[in-house]
Nanobody, 128 residues
Framework: EVQLVESGGGLVQAGGSLRLSCAAS????????FAWFRQAPGKEREELSC????????YYADSVKGRFTISSDKAKNTVYLQMNIVKLEDTAVYYC?????????????????????WGQGTQVTVSS
């Protein structure tokens, strides 16, 4: 059984930093692409970033480019999202997702419907 478990969310002041973790189990890490999405109340789910489990290729949405960094540790089957210079508008529930395709050229990695497995989400709240 594939499981994705996020951790690291919480309350952070604007301008601060936070690191989210996503521990994956029940899958072969290299066969997947892992992504971070978020969803704020009343807003659509938004993809922030993704990383190929095999070659480490990454993608960033314009809204987080230069502030957030995605990385992975294959030995720990874990994907991270380092969030720096957070803004009030970063407040949302953050989800980790996995798609059974490690080739970013092989599917539309920006489409949440392409992802096969999801974590339960972790709340990030940015205060002023």
């Amino acid at each position: 059984e594939v499981q994705l478990v996020e951790s690291g969310g919480g309350l952070v002041q604007a301008g601060g930093s936070l690191r989210l973790s996503c521990a994956a189990s029940g899958l072969t890490f290299d066969d997947y692409t892992f992504a971070w999405f978020r969803q704020a109340p009343g807003k659509e789910r938004e993809e922030l970033s993704c990383i190929s489990g095999s070659d480490g290729r990454t993608y960033y949405a314009d809204s987080v480019k230069g502030r957030f960094t995605i990385s992975s540790d294959k030995a720990k089957n874990t994907v991270y999202l380092q969030m720096n210079i957070v803004k009030l508008e970063d407040t949302a529930v953050y989800y980790c997702a996995a798609a059974q395709d490690d080739d970013l050229d092989g599917f539309d990695y920006r489409d949440w419907q392409e992802y096969d497995y999801w974590g339960q989400g972790t709340q990030v709240t940015v205060s002023s």
